[in-house]
């Protein structure tokens, strides 16, 4: 196992979080599914660590709701975004996480970050051990400005100054920010039930 992930998972711990840790995604959708009431209705935020570990068609296969903007027909993004914020239980993935379990997202149009804090009663915040910076909020916040910002904007289409080839982020002159919120979670929110979910694979941005 890995101790950098066990070491994160402590400090979640500390702070109010649950906290698992597994070495495969397979296993960490196997206990997503176990944890999970039948047929539960799930919202997800985008994500491509989502998407990679398949969770959406998991959730389906298991009779589970899934609303979901990122595999739904064109136009009806928004509309499915807000019954996710409604949902009971959200699913999510983190941009960044230092190793003393501060969670540091980042969001454009907010809502994922509405729905981390507020609403579902169950939380699950899904990070692969790429997410991980050994530093503090100024280091969660500058991998989420020059890795996952870039690549996003790159796979979005947004024409952004860090989606240019070696680009760098730019606010003068980004007239279409995908950064327009930060959330900095220190400690679990009042009230609901926050599971983050560490893999021990590089997944997402």
Known sequence: MNP?????????RRRGFDAAVFDTARQ???FILGDLPAAQEVGMGGSVTLAQIALSDALRDAGHTVHWHQDAPAGEGAAIRRRAMNAPVYAASINALTEDGLIVQID??????AAMCFGPQTVYLIA???????????????????????????????????????????VSRCTRPMCNLFLAIEHAPNAKRTQVVLIDEDLGY
Do not use: F, M
């Not at 454009?108 to 970050?113: D, Q, W």
């Not at 996952?148 to 979005?156: E, I, K």
């Open 108 to 113: 454009g149009t907010g809502n994922r970050v």
């Open 128 to 170: 692969g051990r790429n997410k991980l910076v050994a530093g503090g909020y100024a280091q969660a916040v500058r991998r989420i400005k020059q890795v996952a910002c870039p690549l996003n904007a790159r796979r979005l289409g947004l024409n952004t100054p860090c989606s240019e080839e070696g680009g760098r982020c730019d």
């Open 28 to 30: 960490a959708v196997d």
């Open 4 to 12: 950098r992930l066990q070491k994160t998972a402590d400090a979640l």
